[in-house]
C-alpha cells in the first residue's frame, strides 16, 4: 500500500518458505479447464478431496489399520483439506487450484503424541519408525478478498466435507461466536473500544480491512454476503449443523486413527 503521495509504502515482509512441492494429491489435472470450473474439476475430483468428502468415519476408510504408515498421510489430507477450504471460503479465495503446495515432514509417535519432524531434525531412529507425509503449505495467496469471486461457497464445498480435525472445528466455532458478540456490540451504537472488539481491531487495524471488506451486509433474497463475517457466520453454521447432524466428524488427527485417543 503506498501512501497518498507515494513517499512510502506499508506491508509486511514473510519468509519464503523453502523447499516446497505441488501438493500432488489436491492438484488435479487442469489442461483445458476452464477457469471458472477449475475447483470442481480439478481439486473436488482428486484423491485428497476424496478422502475428506468420504462419508465413512477415516478408520472404516482404513479398514481399521492403525499403523503411522497406514493412516498418516491419508489422515493429514483430511485434515489439510479441511483446513484449506474453510481459510479459502472466509477470505474469497479466487485462485487455488493449481496453486496447493506441501512441505515434506516425518510422522513419528513421541509418547501420548505424533510429531511431523522436518528429515534433518530427524534421528535415525525416527526415521527409520516414522512415516514420511506431505504436509500443507498455503504459499500462494494473493487473489482473495471481498472483490474476489468465492468459489468455494458457489461450490458449496464446506457443506461437503466429511472429516475435520477437532482443534480447527472448535476455533472456528469459538471464532464466530466471539465475532457475533463483538458485531452486537458494534450495531448497539454505544462506543466501544478496541480492548473490547479485538477481532474486529485486529482485521480493521493489521490487516487493513474496511468496514465494508469485515462487517456482516445486507444482500438481497438469494444473494451471497462474502464479507469476512458473512463468510465466517456461513462456515460456522455448516459445521456445527453437519456435526450436530453426524455428517461432520472430528477424526482428522492422527492420533485418533492411531488408537491414541478417543
Known amino acids: 500500500l503506498f501512501t497518498p503521495n507515494r513517499d512510502e509504502i506499508y506491508g509486511a515482509l514473510s519468509k519464503n518458505p523453502k523447499k516446497e512441492q505441488r501438493y500432488a494429491a489436491f492438484n488435479g489435472?487442469?489442461?483445458?479447464?476452464?477457469?471458472?470450473?477449475r475447483l470442481v474439476?480439478?481439486?473436488m475430483t482428486g484423491p485428497a478431496f476424496k478422502v475428506a468428502s468420504d462419508p465413512r468415519p477415516l478408520s472404516e476408510q482404513f479398514g481399521g489399520q492403525r499403523s503411522i504408515a497406514a493412516v498418516a498421510q491419508k489422515t493429514q489430507w483430511?485434515?489439510?483439506?479441511?483446513?484449506?477450504v474453510i481459510l479459502d471460503t472466509i477470505f474469497n479465495q479466487q485462485d487455488r487450484p493449481g496453486n496447493i503446495h506441501s512441505l515434506k515432514r516425518i510422522a513419528v509417535r513421541a509418547g501420548d503424541d505424533v510429531k511431523l519432524l522436518k528429515r534433518e531434525d530427524a534421528t535415525p531412529?525416527?526415521?527409520?519408525?516414522?512415516?514420511?507425509?506431505d504436509v500443507l503449505?498455503?504459499?500462494?495467496?494473493?487473489?482473495g478478498g471481498p472483490t474476489k469471486t468465492n468459489f468455494m461457497r458457489k461450490a458449496s464445498v464446506v457443506e461437503k466435507l466429511r472429516h475435520i480435525h477437532p482443534k480447527t472445528y472448535t476455533r472456528v466455532v469459538e471464532l464466530a461466536e466471539r465475532v457475533a458478540v463483538e458485531e452486537?456490540?458494534?450495531?448497539?451504537?454505544?462506543?466501544?473500544?478496541?480492548?473490547?472488539?479485538?477481532?474486529?481491531?485486529?482485521?480493521?487495524?493489521e490487516m487493513l480491512f474496511t468496514e465494508d471488506d469485515y462487517a456482516e451486509r445486507a444482500v438481497p433474497p438469494g444473494g451471497m454476503d462474502t464479507s469476512f463475517?458473512?463468510?465466517?457466520?456461513?462456515?460456522?453454521?455448516?459445521l456445527k449443523t453437519n456435526k450436530e447432524a453426524g455428517l461432520l466428524k472430528l477424526d482428522a488427527k492422527i492420533e485418533i486413527q492411531m488408537g491414541m485417543e478417543n
Do not use: W
Not at 489435472?29 to 470450473?37: I, K, L, R, T
Not at 483430511?78 to 484449506?84: G, K, N, P
Not at 452486537?184 to 487495524?205: D, L, M, Q
Open 29 to 37: 489435472n487442469m489442461a483445458g479447464v476452464p477457469y471458472a470450473e
Open 41 to 43: 474439476r480439478s481439486l
Open 78 to 84: 483430511a485434515r489439510d483439506m479441511a483446513d484449506m
Open 125 to 133: 531412529a525416527q526415521l527409520s519408525a516414522g512415516q514420511e507425509i
Open 137 to 143: 503449505l498455503m504459499k500462494d495467496n494473493d487473489c
Open 184 to 205: 452486537a456490540k458494534i450495531k448497539n451504537g454505544t462506543p466501544v473500544s478496541e480492548a473490547e472488539t479485538p477481532v474486529h481491531a485486529y482485521f480493521t487495524r
Open 229 to 238: 463475517v458473512g463468510n465466517l457466520k456461513k462456515v460456522a453454521s455448516v
